[in-house]
């Protein structure tokens, strides 16, 4: 699975490669399935946020994970809960 990370979140990529992912930035985002920033959105916020990302034929959105404050470990719990990847 392809998610997009922001580029200064050093220790999210690397957990998230050791995991399986596959790590890419934000400007190459398409067909991720989430996208992880910094910022200042609160969790319902976070909820609602779609990350858009384009090119001259497809258009995609991501939900957006804040990774402000979360371990890796609670980044990748919050991308399984988004995506809904290990559910039954």
Do not use: F, H, W
């Not at 999210?12 to 989430?34: I, M, R």
Request: no cysteine; net charge negative.
């Amino acid at each position: 699975m392809k998610i997009a990370v922001q580029d200064n979140l050093e220790e999210v990529k690397k957990y998230l490669t050791s995991q399986g992912y596959e790590v890419v930035s934000p400007a190459n985002a398409l067909g991720a399935a989430a996208m992880v920033v910094t910022g200042d959105i609160d969790e319902r916020e976070e909820e609602q946020t779609l990350a858009l990302a384009t090119n001259p034929t497809m258009t995609t959105y991501a939900p957006v994970i804040n990774a402000t404050g979360k371990s890796p470990e609670q980044v990748l719990q919050r991308i399984r809960q988004v995506t809904g990847e290990g559910k039954a």
